[in-house]
């Protein structure tokens, strides 16, 4: 069952099935609030807290106007659930920066919890946690990541990208299928040592399934059963998501089957087998981190985080180049006086600070992950004069450090220029955190990065982008969702002479 916006709020009447789970943990979730200063918000209406107030399809618009009423560090209460937001650039960077290991929990979030059972990477806790992403970062390292190897894999793929694109002739097209594809194969030859066909119908499926769950588990249904965890027994969205990831899992089971039958320890094709071979090693260890729940957990996060958010902002980035053509045409025009028809590299970017430039303001202006992933406190703490207590939800609202008006001259304006000086260098800018900070930063930015570049220059090499014929007003619209997709018409990619 998915709610509108105007039926939203009609569900309400159903929340007398949850006061007593709401009563009953209402004391506890309280009291360490009440008796020291705890950061200031709106009053809160008994049960629903205010939950009234919240746009469920965008509550980073609610949360932005809060942090103008109540200031940087704020509280707001969802149900039983007392979260605090921290707002603005010095705020947010102070909190995962300053204090790294007091805010690098997460809460535990139902719908998060179902999916993952604690294991994994981003929504795992504890020595989980650590030892995921220490093993992660290690293993995305070994297959190439941040090195040459990753880097010839990317331009392989941006070569069957372009193929794929020259094929429509220039006749529109919606590109979501096609660029999840070619960012998802990336991540694919990491996990599992090589990459799919564009037709193969396997990979088709397992990457609309990603897309579907990113958009349901952002749906305001899904926030509703977060809060309010007796809505399991309403939120057919729930049992939506929960049937993608039961699919997501027997595939990549099946594929740990195939992994098994020719593993070779001293010749790994990507991270399922090496962590097949940790597994191996500890396998007499009954405390073993490397047991099969950690690994679909681990695997499906990266598919889920290792494409979408990538695909998105390349959408987002063509998108742009149509709505201002005059910013396509310096693009083309630096492409063209540094790179020509050569193959684009990596080491190009020194010498394209315009381009460089446009790729960082779409991941600014686009803001794919508004809201961040949320944080819990590791132990009680003085923040910014204020009292969080051990286990306090925390929001570090990401939307608003990519939109501080202190770090941005124009926050609410694609303006490549943010990222330029005077003289047209690239500027870097320590308020640009598209991949949060901290801990628990996303592992995969130095990837996400080479991806960025690459794909974007070699599709703005190789083609002009226009809005289908008759379109006299392009316009792209943000989807719902966990990561903001572009709601893109169909466009037309017209090869171009170099």
């Known amino acids: 069952m998915e709610l509108t916006v105007?039926?939203?709020f009609a569900i309400y009447g159903l929340l007398f099935l949850a006061i007593l789970y709401?009563?009953?943990?209402?004391?506890?979730?309280?009291?360490?609030?009440?008796?020291?200063?705890?950061?200031?918000?709106?009053r809160a209406l008994p049960l629903i807290g205010n939950l009234h107030m919240i746009n469920l399809r965008r509550p980073t618009e609610t949360f932005m106007k809060l942090s103008k009423q109540y200031g940087s560090v704020f509280s707001i209460q969802m149900g039983g659930v007392k979260m605090v937001v921290l707002s603005g650039y010095e705020t947010v960077k102070s909190a995962l920066v300053d204090y790294p290991d007091e805010f690098a929990e997460r809460p535990h979030i139902p719908m998060f919890e179902d999916i993952n059972k604690g294991f994994g990477l981003p929504f795992s806790h504890g020595e989980n946690w650590k030892v995921m992403r220490r093993f992660t970062l290690s293993k995305l390292r070994d297959f190439g990541m941040g090195r040459k190897t990753i880097e010839d894999r990317i331009v392989e793929e941006c070569g069957f990208f372009t193929k794929e694109l020259k094929s429509l002739e220039g006749k529109p097209e919606d590109l979501t299928i096609k660029t999840n594809f070619a960012i998802g194969?990336?991540?694919?030859?990491?996990?599992?040592?090589?990459?799919?066909?564009?037709?193969?119908?396997?990979?088709?499926r397992l990457l609309g399934l990603i897309s579907e769950n990113m958009k349901l588990v952002g749906s305001p249904s899904i926030?509703?059963?977060?809060?309010?965890?007796?809505?399991?027994?309403?939120?057919?969205?729930?049992s939506k998501v929960m049937q993608n990831i039961k699919d997501i899992h027997n595939f990549l089971k099946t594929e740990f089957v195939e992994h098994l039958k020719e593993l070779d320890r001293d010749d790994q094709r990507g991270l399922i087998d090496a962590f097949l071979v940790k597994q191996e090693e500890e396998k007499s260890d009954p405390n073993t981190y490397f047991h099969e729940m950690n690994l679909l957990s681990t695997v499906?996060?990266?598919?889920?985080?290792?494409?979408?958010?990538?695909?998105?902002?390349?959408?987002?980035?063509?998108?742009?180049?149509?709505?201002?053509?005059?910013?396509q045409k310096r693009v083309h025009e630096e492409i063209d006086r540094v790179i020509g028809s050569?193959?684009?590299?990596?080491?190009?970017?020194?010498?394209?600070?315009?381009?460089?430039?446009?790729?960082?303001?779409?991941?600014?202006?686009?803001?794919?992950?508004?809201?961040?992933?949320?944080?819990?406190?590791?132990?009680?703490?003085?923040?910014?004069?204020?009292h969080l207590p051990k286990g306090t939800y925390i929001v570090p609202l990401l939307e608003s450090v990519l939109y501080d008006?202190?770090?941005?001259?124009?926050?609410?304006?694609?303006?490549?220029?943010?990222?330029?000086?005077?003289?047209?260098?690239?500027?870097?800018?320590?308020?640009?955190?598209?991949?949060?900070?901290?801990?628990r930063s996303c592992p995969g930015e130095t990837l996400a990065k080479m991806e960025l570049f690459l794909f974007f220059t070699s599709l703005m090499q190789k083609f002009t982008f226009h809005a289908a014929p008759g379109v006299t007003n392009f316009h792209v619209k943000p989807a719902v969702g966990l990561t903001i997709?572009?709601?893109?018409?169909?466009?037309?990619c017209v090869p171009r002479s170099y």
Request: charged share 20%.
């Open 6 to 8: 105007t039926s939203e």
């Open 22 to 42: 709401i009563i009953q943990g209402w004391g506890s979730r309280t009291s360490d609030t009440s008796s020291r200063k705890f950061p200031p918000g709106p």
């Open 185 to 204: 194969n990336i991540i694919i030859s990491i996990i599992f040592g090589h990459r799919f066909d564009y037709q193969h119908p396997i990979l088709l």
């Open 223 to 238: 926030a509703m059963y977060n809060f309010f965890p007796i809505f399991y027994y309403l939120c057919g969205t729930h």
């Open 300 to 327: 499906t996060s990266l598919f889920m985080a290792g494409t979408e958010t990538t695909s998105s902002t390349i959408r987002w980035a063509l998108s742009y180049m149509i709505q201002y053509p005059e910013i």
């Open 342 to 386: 050569a193959q684009p590299r990596s080491d190009h970017r020194k010498d394209m600070p315009y381009t460089n430039a446009i790729i960082h303001e779409t991941q600014r202006f686009a803001n794919i992950v508004p809201l961040n992933l949320p944080r819990e406190t590791t132990r009680d703490i003085t923040f910014q004069g204020y």
């Open 405 to 439: 008006e202190t770090q941005f001259e124009r926050p609410e304006s694609f303006y490549p220029e943010h990222f330029l000086d005077s003289q047209g260098a690239f500027v870097k800018k320590e308020a640009f955190m598209p991949f949060s900070a901290g801990r």
């Open 485 to 492: 997709a572009p709601l893109s018409p169909k466009i037309c």
